[in-house]
């Protein structure tokens, strides 16, 4: 099951299909799903959570609201976002059952599998750009996706690491994020970074030192690399865009 997670954090920066629809990485990680699920019924003595329920009841009363909808407007996509509830809930459970059981191990996948995942996607970045309205898109459908992405694997490093100091390694992982979020130009993700950089020195993920130098150079740092994001944006604009080129990494349209 944690090879199914750290394959689902790697996997999740490629979309094969159009944004909305499950991609390659989510049908891994469902099979993790049923593989807990599959274990847990075979169990005899295995204890359900009470979060556990109190989750699956959220999404038990979800899909009957949902179902009360469809009763009046008749849309199709009321069951969809049904299924999404499940699989969320599902994903939680998920997570929070690996780190009940192998603690250690499964930290050690999540942190694995974004330090793959960040320098991939920072290789298709650099090596095979791709803009949208001079933004950077990478290897997702939009750059939206690529701010926000990049913005909670930050979150969740910060989160993995809570206990512990960030290494200078560490660092480097959120400069890179940092800097792929700053040439999708998303405007609520700079804002979110700026946020998230301004509680980071109250994080006791980091020293003293860092600290002190997070304080110091934090606004000058948003500063060039906002500049320097859209002087690289001018220069490459023309380079393609998401509807002018006809294949994409990963991708092919018609």
């Given at each position: 099951?944690?090879?199914?997670?750290?394959?689902?954090?790697?996997?999740?920066?490629?979309?094969?299909?159009?944004?909305?629809?499950?991609?390659?990485?989510?049908?891994?990680?469902?099979?993790?799903?049923?593989?807990?699920?599959?274990y847990?019924?075979?169990?005899?003595?295995?204890?359900?959570?009470?979060?556990?329920?109190?989750?699956l009841?959220?999404?038990?009363?979800?899909?009957?609201?949902?179902?009360?909808?469809?009763?009046?407007?008749?849309?199709?996509?009321?069951?969809?976002?049904?299924?999404?509830?499940?699989?969320?809930?599902?994903?939680?459970i998920?997570?929070?059952?690996?780190?009940?059981?192998?603690?250690?191990?499964?930290?050690?996948?999540?942190?694995?599998?974004?330090?793959?995942?960040?320098?991939?996607?920072?290789?298709?970045?650099?090596?095979?750009?791709?803009?949208?309205?001079?933004?950077?898109?990478?290897?997702?459908?939009?750059?939206?996706?690529?701010?926000?992405?990049?913005?909670?694997?930050?979150?969740?490093?910060?989160?993995?690491?809570?206990?512990?100091?960030?290494?200078?390694?560490?660092?480097?992982l959120?400069?890179?994020?940092?800097y792929?979020?700053?040439?999708?130009l998303?405007?609520?993700?700079?804002?979110?970074?700026?946020?998230?950089?301004?509680?980071?020195?109250?994080s006791?993920?980091?020293?003293?030192?860092?600290?002190?130098?997070?304080?110091?150079?934090?606004?000058?740092?948003f500063?060039?690399?906002?500049?320097?994001?859209?002087?690289?944006?001018?220069?490459?604009?023309?380079?393609?865009?998401?509807?002018?080129?006809?294949?994409?990494?990963?991708?092919?349209?018609?």
């Amino acid at each position: 099951m944690n090879g199914t997670l750290f394959l689902y954090l790697v996997l999740n920066i490629f979309y094969l299909w159009h944004s909305g629809y499950p991609q390659i990485a989510d049908f891994i990680l469902f099979t993790g799903m049923l593989m807990m699920v599959f274990y847990t019924l075979s169990n005899s003595r295995m204890v359900m959570d009470s979060v556990y329920l109190s989750i699956l009841a959220y999404s038990a009363l979800t899909i009957v609201i949902n179902l009360i909808y469809y009763a009046y407007l008749h849309d199709p996509r009321l069951f969809f976002s049904s299924m999404y509830y499940i699989y969320n809930s599902l994903a939680f459970i998920l997570i929070a059952y690996l780190f009940s059981k192998t603690p250690d191990l499964t930290a050690k996948v999540i942190y694995v599998g974004i330090v793959v995942a960040v320098f991939a996607e920072l290789f298709f970045c650099l090596v095979y750009p791709e803009y949208s309205n001079r933004r950077l898109v990478g290897t997702f459908n939009n750059p939206n996706q690529l701010a926000d992405w990049g913005l909670f694997m930050s979150c969740a490093l910060v989160m993995l690491k809570i206990y512990r100091r960030f290494t200078l390694f560490d660092y480097v992982l959120l400069f890179c994020m940092l800097y792929m979020q700053t040439l999708s130009l998303s405007k609520a993700s700079l804002i979110c970074s700026i946020l998230f950089f301004l509680s980071l020195p109250f994080s006791p993920v980091v020293g003293r030192t860092s600290k002190a130098f997070i304080f110091f150079w934090r606004g000058h740092c948003f500063y060039y690399l906002y500049v320097f994001s859209l002087l690289h944006s001018a220069k490459t604009g023309k380079a393609g865009s998401c509807g002018t080129r006809r294949c994409k990494i990963g991708k092919h349209w018609p």
